[in-house]
């Protein structure tokens, strides 16, 4: 699986803010089937910085209600997706995802 594959794009919410400033921690959705050591290198080798540590999880998909005109409402199931949460070592930084 190639770099660009692997990292689909950065979070940047309230809460992964926070993880930045306090513990150094990066939020990114990658793809489904990418592993940690898949993960790592992705991160080391797009942003030239070390990784310490890697957490992986799986976001289930949660029902939506499609509403249309002249149609009744129909639940669809959203997909599911995979979001990674890297440490980086003390000093390095993805400037890129600062808030």
Do not use: C
Request: charged share 30%; no cysteine.
């Amino acid at each position: 699986m190639e770099i660009t594959e692997v990292l689909r794009n950065g979070i940047v919410t309230e809460k992964t803010v926070r993880l930045q400033e306090r513990y150094n921690q990066y939020t990114f959705k990658v793809a489904l089937h990418a592993n940690k050591i898949e993960i790592r290198h992705a991160v080391e080798a797009m942003f030239k910085v070390h990784v310490v540590s890697v957490n992986v999880m799986r976001m289930p998909g949660k029902e939506r209600m499609i509403r249309r005109k002249g149609a009744a409402p129909r639940p669809v199931q959203a997909r599911e997706w995979k979001k990674a949460i890297v440490t980086l070592a003390q000093g390095d930084s993805i400037d890129s995802l600062k808030a």
